[in-house]
């Protein structure tokens, strides 16, 4: 008989899920860096711990692993295009391990995502979570990430105790610095950093500005659909955006959704939407107004 799930501290399946995902990707040869939680250096760890496993999957091996973790019993929570704007990551479920969180490419450091990844497994060191070999990316790439999260999640980057700590060290802030253009990461890094007005007039700018600063779920949207660096890119964004997210719909109900349901998803979507832009339009008006 098995323990209850609740019962395992969320920290410790976070590590067997590490490792439980390593284990897969290894018998069907795909290559994957453990990122964030328990995958860091000490130093670079949060007070409150992971709960769920972050890894970054090779692009060209995301489909395989993740049809090998389908056979293992683990549940598709999210996917890519429904998990967040940036559609970086699919979430997995585990019955016994939790939550895995598989990126095919890191918010942003993703404007070449295979590019960035050769670059980060070339300076991977070797870990081990939960008594299992997991690569990690290196020092500076392990700053690196830290720094971009805490971007994306709107927490603070320059007196983050982590960040100041290794800014106090010239030779590993050197590294990291080093590290942002091999990975595209100017623009964010620029943003993490305060800088984000040196980079006006790229296609992200926009986006980390809505980041750094706020804005409602349309202005979030649509400067990703200005980021995006193709046409065919930003009109499966624009397509996306009404759309009701029927998984997250589903996890908030605890049951597959009714078309009824769905439907009054998508019209308080619409109204929602358009509420936003016009409010967006009178803020506009109102500044351009003598």
């Known amino acids: ?131 299992f070999p997991c690569p990690v990316p290196s020092a500076a790439g392990q700053v690196l990430v830290l720094v971009l999260n805490n971007l994306r999640n709107r927490r603070a980057v320059l007196t983050d105790p982590r960040v100041a700590q290794v800014q106090a060290e010239p030779k590993a802030w050197a590294q990291v610095e080093a590290l942002v253009p091999r990975v595209h990461a100017d623009v964010a890094f620029g943003a993490a950093m305060g800088r984000l007005e040196e980079h006006r007039g790229t296609r992200e700018y926009w986006m980390w500005k809505v980041t750094t600063e706020g804005g409602s779920r349309s202005a979030e949207w649509l400067a990703r659909v200005r980021a995006e660096p193709t046409l065919r890119g930003r009109a499966g964004l624009l397509l996306r955006v009404p759309l009701v997210n029927t998984e997250v719909l589903e996890h908030q109900l605890g049951r597959p959704p009714t078309r009824a349901e769905v439907g009054r998803e998508f019209v308080h979507r619409g109204r929602q939407g358009a509420r936003e832009l016009r409010s967006a339009l009178a803020r506009r008006w109102r500044r351009r107004a003598p």
Request: hydrophobic share 45%; glycine share 10%.
């Open 1 to 131: 008989m098995s323990a209850a799930p609740d019962l395992v501290p969320r920290r410790v399946r976070a590590a067997f899920a590490h490792a439980a995902v390593q284990q897969a990707a290894t018998r069907i040869g795909v290559r994957v860096l453990h990122i964030k939680g328990v995958a860091v250096d000490d130093d670079l760890r949060s007070r409150g711990g992971a709960t769920d496993a972050d890894i970054l999957v090779d692009p060209e091996g995301v489909g395989l692993l993740l049809a090998e973790l389908t056979t293992l019993g683990w549940d598709r929570y999210s996917d890519f295009l429904t998990g967040s704007p940036f559609g970086h990551a699919a979430t997995m479920h585990h019955p016994h391990w939790g939550y895995a969180d598989l990126h095919r490419f890191f918010p942003g450091m993703h404007q070449d995502p295979q590019a960035t990844f050769e670059e980060l497994w070339a300076g991977r060191q070797q870990g081990e979570i939960a008594g």
